[in-house]
Structures are given as structure tokens and as C-alpha cells.
């Protein structure tokens, strides 16, 4: 469990789960954005019960209260579903949830809404790989609002769809675009390196090495590129 502070540490809480106190906190965290993390084992899959007490102090402040299941476990959920299918659809990339401003984000290749990577993050990397391990097909949908380093997707998956953040109507010009009733026209308006290698580093204000118009090295996927179900002439 992740129980974030979205804003000034000045909130107290207490979380009981099933009557039991799991977390107190008197609010002095000491750290804008911070994060405390507690972890519950359950042995079945009843209900529990789950109370969060909130001693609000701050008109700016807030908290919120995540749960995350452990990345192992919803991975091999995942390969037994893929087993039974014809064609695995696996849909990755970021969120507004990991990418932003001041966030209170500990992963690696994160710090605080920033990128320190421009790769997938390893958790998604380790399921593209285990669900095309069961030999079907693969074909990765990538949602996310900055270039990626889609380089183990762009050799292995049997077709790569670049949807950013579709919004409210993006589940259906996806389901819409893989099966052929809307031919894609999108062109990448962005240049997508294999690797942070490649790029001068974020506080060199200069273009070399930047853009489509001074990148030197060879990119993952190039500035108008987008393949289409149609012919041109």
C-alpha cells in the first residue's frame, strides 16, 4: 500500500485494516510528496475491511491512499490469460500518474514527475517479455505522453501502436485502428531514441544532437514516421 501526500505534509492519519492499526502518522513527514509504504499479506481472497482516519489540518494539503498488488503476481495472472488467447493486445507506456510536476514518485527512472530513463519501465519490460514467451503474437499498444525507448517492443512484438494519451474516445480508435475499420495517418512528431546515450544531457541548452534536424545518431523511430493499412501514389 502507497499512502501519498499530494500536497504539504501537514495531514495526520491512521489506517486500519480488518480493526487493526497497520499505520500511524503524526503528519511530520519532513518531505513534501512523500510517500509511506506499509505491505499486507492476505491468505484469501474475501473481503477485508479497510479504514483510513484523516486528521485534516491544511486547506492545501491532501492524502491519498493507493493499493498496489505485487508486480509478480498480476504477471503470471497475465501469462495464464495470454496462454488462452489467440492474439495478446498489451497495452503499455506511462501516465499522467508517473510523468508530471512535483510528484511523489519513488521508481527507478523517475524522481519527482522527472525522468532519470527513457525506457519502459522494468516491470513492463519483464511482462512484454513473459506473455511473448508463450509464443503467440504480440501486439504492443504504448500510451504515453513523451518519447520511449520501445527497443525490445520494436524487435519481438508482432506490431506497435503509438496512441499517447488517447483520451475519453481512445479505447475506441484503438480497437478501431487494430482491426482495420480506421486506416492510422498519425506521423511521430517527435524523434524517439534508443537510449539517453544518444541525447546531450537536459541541462545543455544547446540544439546539437536534438530534433530530427541535428540528431547524429541513428533513432529508434524517426521524426514522420507511421505506417499505414493504405497505399499512396
Not at 8 to 13: G, L, R, S, V
Not at 139 to 157: D, I, M, P
Not at 223 to 229: A, M, Q, V
Request: charged share 20%; hydrophobic share 40%.
Amino acid at each position: 500500500m502507497n499512502y501519498c501526500y499530494a500536497c504539504e505534509n501537514t495531514e495526520a492519519f491512521n489506517l486500519f485494516v480488518d480493526g487493526k492499526l497497520l499505520v500511524k502518522n503524526g503528519g511530520k513527514t519532513g518531505e513534501r510528496g512523500a510517500v509511506i509504504e506499509d505491505t499486507v499479506h492476505f491468505t484469501d481472497t474475501k473481503p477485508h475491511q479497510i479504514r483510513l482516519e484523516n486528521f485534516h489540518r491544511a486547506g492545501s494539503a491532501g492524502i491519498d491512499l493507493t493499493w498496489q498488488a505485487p508486480a509478480e503476481v498480476l504477471r503470471a495472472q497475465a501469462v495464464e490469460v495470454a496462454k488462452k488467447a489467440d492474439v495478446i493486445i498489451a497495452l503499455v507506456g506511462l501516465s499522467p500518474g508517473l510523468e508530471g510536476e512535483e510528484m511523489p514518485i519513488q521508481l527507478e527512472g523517475f524522481s519527482g514527475g522527472d525522468r532519470t530513463a527513457i525506457n519502459l519501465p522494468a516491470v513492463q519490460e519483464e511482462l512484454l517479455k513473459a506473455v511473448a514467451a508463450t509464443g503467440k503474437p504480440v501486439v504492443v499498444v504504448s500510451e504515453n505522453g513523451s518519447a520511449l525507448a520501445l527497443n525490445w517492443a520494436s524487435e519481438h512484438a508482432a506490431a506497435l501502436l503509438e496512441a499517447w494519451y488517447p483520451g475519453e474516445e481512445g479505447g475506441t480508435a484503438i480497437a478501431e485502428t487494430l482491426a482495420g475499420d480506421n486506416s492510422p495517418a498519425g506521423r511521430l512528431p517527435i524523434t524517439f531514441s534508443s537510449s539517453l546515450d544518444e541525447l546531450p544531457p537536459f541541462d545543455n541548452y544547446a540544439m546539437q544532437g536534438r530534433t530530427y534536424r541535428y540528431f547524429t545518431c541513428k533513432p529508434l523511430f524517426r521524426f514522420g514516421d507511421g505506417l499505414s493499412y493504405t497505399t499512396f501514389a
